[in-house]
């Protein structure tokens, strides 16, 4: 069974950054392609950006472009998601995701999530 634990939420003023984290466990990381999600309060859960088991595709949303920046090491088993000038309305629960094959991203060819952690920007 795959688990996966973010970390790296907080607050933090509008123009500041943050790194959240992703650690797998379970199966093997290289083979997973991996992603985040936020979801804000009331609102659906949406699709943050992607990156491939070995790295070689890599996309974001259109309104994080420029700012955030998603990685992965597979020697740590981890995925990353560097975040730069932080903006009030990116405002969520951040969510890491595990999908195998597909290359799909909406939240039902998500095989595997984690519980999530909260990133808070204040105007």
């Known amino acids: 069974q795959v688990q996966l634990v973010e970390s790296g939420g907080g607050l933090v003023q509008a123009g500041g950054s943050l790194r959240l984290s992703c650690a797998a466990s379970?199966?093997?990381?290289?083979?997973?392609?991996m992603g985040w999600f936020r979801q804000a309060t009331g609102k659906e859960r949406e699709f943050v950006a992607a990156i491939s088991g070995s790295a070689g595709l890599i996309f974001h949303k259109d309104s994080v472009k420029g700012r955030f920046t998603i990685s992965r090491d597979n020697a740590k088993n981890t995925v990353y998601l560097q975040m730069n000038s932080l903006k009030p309305e990116d405002t969520a629960v951040y969510y890491c995701a595990a999908e195998i094959w597909k290359w799909r991203w909406t939240t039902e060819d998500v095989d595997y999530w984690g519980h999530g952690t909260q990133v808070t920007v204040s105007s």
């Open positions: 379970g199966g093997t990381f290289s083979t997973f392609n």
